[in-house]
């Protein structure tokens, strides 16, 4: 079975704050993904990586910025925390395109509040 | 624009009434419609991948079906535990991004 785990399943940060959520997949899948999701918006999706070191802008990547140093790990940072920021944080990872299944696996997601 | 919609936005059944929900798309060479569970607080589990119309495919009490503008989710004499969030995705051209729907949050009562 897949599995994607993320750092916490809840956190609270004050305003300004620096703010690391870690994300680690064990299927050797190349993509790795990180959304957000809010009440009435969906998944709005923030960044992705399709290799180590390599990273795209999402719709929404405003304020946030990504690490990439292992396969496994997707890291999503908060360089400035804001209270626009609360929300439920959810990492996927998938096989790139074209490796058979490509459907994105989702980890059990991190609801940040920030104070 | 890539886009997904989904109805209805809530959804009351009683145990044993079956219904189905509905994922209406608009994508520019679909690459892929995919069906997630959500429950409260956790992350979306996966259901089905869909890739051509006239396809369809089963689990349990869950049925997806494909055509070319809308999928249905089809749930079939639903129990309690049947009760989350369903939310549909879309993958179009060659992109490695889904297009999520807001979903349908189906409460079955016993």
């Known amino acids: 079975d897949v599995k994607v785990t993320q750092s916490s399943r809840y956190l609270v940060k004050r305003t300004g704050e620096k703010v690391f959520l870690e994300c680690v997949q064990d299927?050797?899948?190349?993509?790795m993904f990180w959304y957000r999701q809010d009440p009435g918006l969906g998944l709005r999706l923030i960044y992705f990586?399709?290799?180590?070191?390599?990273?795209e802008k999402g719709d929404i990547p405003e304020g946030y910025s990504v690490s990439r140093e292992k396969k496994e790990r997707f890291s999503l940072i908060l360089e400035s925390a804001s209270t626009n920021q609360t929300s439920m944080y959810l990492c996927?990872?998938?096989?790139?395109?074209?490796?058979?299944?490509?459907?994105?696996?989702f980890g059990p997601g991190t609801r940040l509040t920030v104070l | 624009e890539d886009q997904v919609t989904q109805s209805p936005e809530a959804l009351r059944l009683q145990e044993g009434e079956s219904s189905s929900l509905n994922c209406s798309y608009t994508?520019?060479?679909?690459?892929?419609l995919f069906w997630y569970r959500q429950d409260p607080g956790k992350g979306p589990e996966f259901l089905f991948t869909?890739?051509?119309a006239g396809e369809e495919k089963e689990k349990e009490r869950l049925k997806a079906t494909l055509t070319k503008k809308e999928s249905f989710l089809h749930i079939t004499a639903p129990k309690p535990e049947d009760s989350a969030t369903y939310l549909c995705a879309v993958r179009g051209g060659a992109t490695n991004k889904l297009i999520f729907g807001t979903g349908t949050l189906l409460a079955v009562q016993p």
């Open positions: 869909l890739y051509s």
């Open positions: 990586s399709y290799d180590v070191k390599m990273k």
């Open positions: 299927m050797d899948h190349e993509n």
């Open positions: 994508v520019s060479g679909l690459r892929g």
């Open positions: 996927a990872s998938s096989s790139r395109l074209g490796a058979g299944t490509d459907t994105q696996y």
